[in-house]
């Protein structure tokens, strides 16, 4: 079974400022997908940025990049030029790579504060 | 991209009785999904709906307390069933497009509340 942790309930930004968020994940595959998930007051979840795990270059989406470390299983989300709206529940999503099962299997969350 | 429309949004139930909640796609998907999402709490996957034939299952879920419909490609429904304040939850529609794409849509979730 995968498992995803997120170690940070919480964290705090300053407006402008570079914030990190950590993920660690536990699996037996060589190949899967991985994936940073935004969900605001809203609910809507957005997909933020996503990393195949056969890529060795770690992915970057703007302001959003990714610290990938397969042998670590670590998978951190740097987001840069810290924004309001960028506050919101951040949570690091696992999936395998074949045809029986697409589901994504969740960490923990982590709420991010942004502060003017 | 995917659009998906989840109904209803939000409702106020009694406990004992049943809500029957509806996610629509603007076109057709190989996978969908519902997840459960319990207050303050990570999602969590109920089952995969399956197009013509029963849902699979996740552990701890069982089909007579959340039974699932897929008549076809861009339709499910989830009911849950007989319920209590424990099924108070964000309740989410999730759909991959096929079996090659990476990406999960979803839906804007149905927030229940069981009094």
Known sequence: AQIVTQSQPEMSVQEAETVTLSCTYDTSESDYYLFWYKQPPSRQMILVIRQEAYKQQNATENRFSVNFQKAAKSFSLKISDSQLGDAAMYFCAYRRVNNAGNMLTFGGGTRLMVKP | ?115
Not at chain 2, 33 to 41: A, E, K, N, V
Not at chain 2, 88 to 96: G, N, R, T
Request: hydrophobic fraction near 35%; charge should be neutral; aromatic fraction near 10%.
């Open chain 2, 1 to 115: 991209s995917a659009v998906i429309s989840q109904k209803p949004s939000r409702d106020i139930c009694q406990r004992g009785t049943s809500l029957t909640i509806q996610c629509q796609v603007d076109s057709q998907v190989t996978m969908m999904f519902w997840y459960r999402q319990q207050p303050g709490q990570s999602l969590t996957l109920i089952a995969t709906a399956n197009q013509g034939s029963e849902a699979t299952y996740e552990s701890g879920f069982v089909i007579d307390k959340f039974p699932i419909s897929r008549p076809n490609l861009t339709f499910s429904t989830l009911t849950v069933s007989n319920m209590s304040p424990e099924d108070s939850s964000i309740y989410l529609c999730s759909v991959v497009r096929g079996f090659m794409n990476t990406e999960a849509f979803f839906g804007q979730g149905t927030r229940l509340t069981v009094v």
